[in-house]
């Protein structure tokens, strides 16, 4: 079955060093992935995709993710934490099926101090 | 510019009454969604529309109804609220390639609902 998996509820990070905020999927073909972003009583927001290409992809606000096939993942990282980075971050899967609709990880907490 | 709006942002009600939540997008996307958001769940698909008078069950689809008369509108109606269904609502609007979503979710502000 198709599904994502995102291992750690929180993540804690001091300002100014690099957090990686991790993701891994199980699908039978090609997925589009991608990241969204989610501050308190806000919607969610997109912050990259994967559909094809370069593994290394990059995002709003510095963020990066890389597609990994071999090990099914698709971590989303960047250089240098900001306090503003905390929020509740979302990895999500299309797997290309007939409905065609994103599975979403269950989130991970971002939390980055001063 | 366009958006995706949602109302009401907030709503209580009572077990058993009719609850209907309201999306409007004018990014004239013809895919809308309606999720919901649990701890410990992330978000859920109740339904989903690809275009007029198209709709489709999600994952969690029982004791909701939606309806798409037009490209703008996908109101999410609970027909006999239950506690179970208190939670935080979105929706959202897509553009897609082939039925396939190739591109970023648009998502609204949130509905959060109590059913007391």
């Known amino acids: 079955a198709q599904s994502v998996a995102q291992p750690e509820d929180q993540v804690n990070v001091a300002e100014g060093n690099p957090l990686t905020v991790k993701c891994t999927y199980s699908v039978s073909g090609n997925p589009y992935l991608f990241w969204y972003v989610q501050y308190p009583n806000r919607g969610l927001q997109f912050l990259l995709k994967y559909i094809t290409g370069d593994n290394l992809v990059k995002g709003s606000y510095g963020f990066e993710a890389e597609f990994n096939k071999s090990q099914t993942s698709f971590h989303l990282k960047k250089p240098s934490a900001l306090v503003s980075d905390s929020a509740l971050y979302f990895c999500?899967?299309?797997?290309?099926?007939?409905?065609?609709?994103?599975?979403f990880g269950k989130g991970t907490k971002l939390s980055v101090k001063p | 510019d366009a958006e995706i709006t949602q109302s009401p942002r907030h709503k209580i009600t009572e077990t058993g009454r009719q609850v209907t939540l309201a999306c409007h997008q004018t990014?004239?996307?013809?895919?809308m969604f309606w999720y919901r958001q649990d701890l410990g769940h992330g978000l859920r698909l109740i339904h989903y529309s690809y275009g007029v008078h198209d709709t489709n069950k999600g994952e969690v689809s029982d004791g909701y109804s939606v309806s798409r008369s037009n490209t703008e509108d996908l109101p999410l109606t609970l027909e006999s609220a239950a506690s179970s269904q208190t939670s935080v609502y979105f929706c959202?609007?897509?553009?897609?390639?082939?039925?396939?979503?190739?591109?970023?979710?648009?998502f609204g502000e949130g509905s959060r609902l109590t059913v007391l």
């Open positions: 959202a609007s897509s553009e897609s390639l082939g039925g396939v979503i190739t591109g970023e979710l648009f």
């Open positions: 990014w004239n996307h013809n895919n």
């Open positions: 999500a899967m299309n797997y290309g099926g007939s409905q065609g609709n994103l599975i």
